[in-house]
Nanobody
Framework: QVQLEESGGGLVQPGGSLRLSCVAS????????VGWFRQAPGKDRERVSC????????YYADSVKGRFTISRDNAKNTVYLQMNSLKPEDTAVYYC??????????????????WGQGTQVTVSS
């Protein structure tokens, strides 16, 4: 069964950090562009960050530039999202998704082939 699994979410105070992980099985994640999305209550799912299949180009939403860093460890079949200087408005369920696009980062959720179940991130004092 093809799946993506996120981990690393939790409750953190404003200004704190979390690192999310996305592990794929049984397929090779390095054949795919991988994106992190988030969805807050009552809002649409939004694209946060993406990384190309071979650890080349990346994308960040303006709201997270300078605070979040996406990376991948292909040996571990894992993509990470390091989140620093977290703000209450970062509170959401975070999802990873994989797309086989040949190098571009789809904005539409419908262009992603696989999705994880999500991990909750709550930023609150």
């Amino acid at each position: 069964q093809v799946q993506l699994e996120e981990s690393g979410g939790g409750l953190v105070q404003p200004g704190g950090s979390l690192r999310l992980s996305c592990v794929a099985s049984p397929f090779r994640l390095d054949d795919y562009e991988v994106g992190w999305f988030r969805q807050a209550p009552g809002k649409d799912r939004e694209r946060v960050s993406c990384i190309s299949s071979r650890s080349g180009p990346t994308y960040y939403a303006d709201s997270v530039k300078g605070r979040f860093t996406i990376s991948r460890d292909n040996a571990k079949n894992t993509v990470y999202l390091q989140m620093n200087s977290l703000k209450p408005e970062d509170t959401a369920v975070y999802y990873c998704a994989a797309a086989s696009t040949g190098g571009y980062f789809p904005q539409s959720i419908h262009e992603y082939d696989y999705w994880g179940q999500g991990t909750q991130v709550t930023v609150s004092s």
